[in-house]
T-cell receptor, first 112, second 117 residues
Framework: QKEVEQNSGPLSVPEGAIASLNCTYS??????FFWYRQYSGKSPELIMS????GDKEDGRFTAQLNKASQYVSLLIRDSQPSDSATYLC????????????FGSGTRLLVRP | NAGVMQNPRHLVRRRGQEARLRCSPM?????VYWYRQLPEEGLKFMVY????????ESGMPKERFSAEFPKEGPSILRIQQVVRGDSAAYFC???????????????FGPGTRLTVL
């Protein structure tokens, strides 16, 4: 069974710090990876997508992908209290590229 | 440009009743996906539909659940004879092209929160 694994947290960081969120996946055929942010009671919102090994930066967010280790991470620089949410890692399995397999999410708390 | 719309936002049903959840994709999107999120869990894929076609329903429970996306009107997720375990948030997503790609992604609606008493 193809899985996406995340530490449920909560991950607590002080305001201004770097938050590091990690995700591992079991399907070596997965080619694309997505980070969604979900505030309590709200719908998932796409933060970042990454397709190639290495880093991809967008503002305060950096996604990192290592396909050999089947590992993807999200770094949030200068964390703000408004970043407090659950972060969901997702990937489409190789045999069904149109659906997303989600991890259970990591809850991030940014302390003022 | 309106996003994905879902209604109702909250739905309360008693055990044994039927629940109908509606999803209108973003304008120009012809691919619809339904996901379910149980409390404190991630989203689970249920079904993928195009207009008048069910492409993949591998995530749908074998009984009581059905989905459609007619030529005209919204996509409907129907749950017959609801049980307490059906209580969850049901999210619909849509895309221009099939699946998440580097040129497009799935955009999620606000969800319908179903409570079964």
């Amino acid at each position: 069974q193809k899985e996406v694994e995340q530490n449920s947290g909560p991950l607590s960081v002080p305001e201004g710090a770097i938050a590091s969120l990690n995700c591992t996946y079991s399907d070596r055929g997965s080619q694309s990876f997505f980070w969604y942010r979900q505030y309590s009671g709200k719908s998932p919102e796409l933060i970042m997508s990454i397709y190639s090994n290495g880093d991809k930066e967008d503002g305060r967010f950096t996604a990192q992908l290592n396909k050999a280790s089947q590992y993807v991470s999200l770094l949030i620089r200068d964390s703000q209290p408004s970043d407090s949410a659950t972060y969901l890692c997702a990937a489409p399995p190789m045999d069904s590229s149109y659906k997303l397999i989600f991890g259970s999410g990591t809850r991030l708390l940014v302390r003022p | 440009n309106a996003g994905v719309m879902q209604n109702p936002r909250h739905l309360v049903r008693r055990r044994g009743q039927e629940a109908r959840l509606r999803c209108s994709p973003m304008k120009g999107h012809s691919h619809v996906y339904w996901y379910r999120q149980l409390p404190e869990e991630g989203l689970k894929f249920m079904v993928y539909l195009q207009k008048e076609n069910i492409i993949d329903e591998s995530g749908m429970p074998k009984e009581r659940f059905s989905a459609e996306f007619p030529k005209e009107g919204p996509s409907i997720l129907r749950i017959q004879q609801v049980v307490r375990g059906d209580s969850a948030a049901y999210f619909c997503a849509s895309s221009v092209i099939p699946g998440p790609k580097n040129t497009d992604t799935q955009y999620f609606g606000p969800g319908t929160r179903l409570t079964v008493l």
